[in-house]
């Protein structure tokens, strides 16, 4: 939400749009000021790109657009207690961070650990490795050194 263009306004739709009428918008839209298809200055088209982008995200995922619903009329009301922020809610009253964070999935948990036992098997490998050459382990760099 920013400044007083509204993210329906920005896509041109209503705000009763279904997903679907909501997506075509934003397809003709993203055609029409993408930076590599537009006549527009670069910078100009990123910006107004970017808006676009946002409004679509904000709108297109059903919990974000019913808390931007419900934050449009708070502000239709005339009461400002909070601020919209990146797809964030920002409570001033309780300062709760309410966002669209989600679990790992188990093939994320999954790479996770399998990076930590490559971590620990190459630390344990150069470990063993200088221990074999007989260098020490608290040694200072030749740069240092000069």
Known sequence: ???????????GV????????????FCKLSIELHPDT???????????????????ENLNNSNLRK??????????????????LNNLIID?????????????????????FLLIIIISICLICSIFIASFTGKELDTVPLWLIK
């Open 1 to 11: 939400m920013k400044g007083e263009i509204s993210y329906y306004k920005i896509l």
């Open 14 to 25: 209503d705000e009763n749009a279904s997903n679907h009428e909501l997506r075509k918008a």
């Open 38 to 56: 537009t006549s527009l200055e670069i910078d100009d088209a990123k910006s107004k790109f970017q808006e676009v982008l946002e409004a679509y």
């Open 67 to 84: 808390i931007y619903d419900d934050k449009l009329k708070e502000k239709s009301r005339g009461d400002n207690n909070s601020k919209v």
């Open 92 to 112: 001033s009253n309780k300062q709760n961070l309410i966002g669209n964070r989600r679990p790992f999935s188990n093939g994320e948990l999954f790479s996770l």
